[in-house]
């Protein structure tokens, strides 16, 4: 996503908090798209400022299906180093949002909902740190063996793209968590 597409569905979101008069299942949900807009976004500066073409970074990740809880962690720690929760500077604010996940399944598998003060402190939660995610900016990346912080993921990405998309693929696939055949 777009950082400006990331915003206006965090402010939607808040909208619809704002309309309704407290916290609604519709507002969080709309809060969490922008969230995960916002981790895809964060995952791809890291790629970018690693030296992948941006449209490389989005094809292979469209490609690949880079979008399940575990996939996203293990190229996550590829990227920078260790998982979203661990990262330093980071993790704590990165484990508040993440806790609200099974809200979220709650509400998106038809199981339930929770309390509306405690979905109107998670819309507010995640869709601040959509539309404001400088504090993502400590997370860093290497490049030529130097550490590079990435900056704010709203930041133009800006790459010199030498790293070739084979390379970005294997990397991709070689983070996935090994997956045991059914028969």
């Known amino acids: 996503m777009r ?10 979101s808040l909208q619809l908090l704002e ?26 500066v890291g790629l970018a400022r690693m030296g992948f073409q941006v449209q490389h970074v989005y094809d292979v990740l469209s490609e690949e299906k880079v979008h ?5 962690r293990r190229l996550f720690k590829s990227v920078f180093g260790s998982f979203p929760e661990s990262a330093k500077g980071v993790g704590k604010q990165w484990q508040e949002l993440e806790d609200l996940r099974d809200t979220r399944h709650k509400i998106v598998h038809g199981m339930g909902s929770d309390k509306p003060d405690r979905l109107e402190r998670g819309t507010r939660l995640l869709a601040g740190a959509a539309m404001n995610p400088d504090w993502l900016a400590p997370l860093s ?31 991709v696939v070689a983070s996935r968590p090994t997956r045991r055949q059914s028969w």
């Open 19 to 44: 309309w309704r008069g407290h916290g609604t299942p519709d507002a969080l949900l709309l809060a969490w798209v922008a969230w995960e807009g916002l981790k895809i976004r964060t995952v791809c």
């Open 141 to 171: 990346v290497v490049r030529d063996d130097v550490r590079v912080p990435i900056g704010s993921p709203f930041a133009a990405m800006r790459s010199p793209g030498r790293r070739p998309k084979y390379e970005l693929r294997e990397m």
């Open 68 to 72: 399940a809880l575990d996939d996203y």
């Open 3 to 12: 950082p400006s597409q990331i915003r206006r569905t965090a402010e939607t």
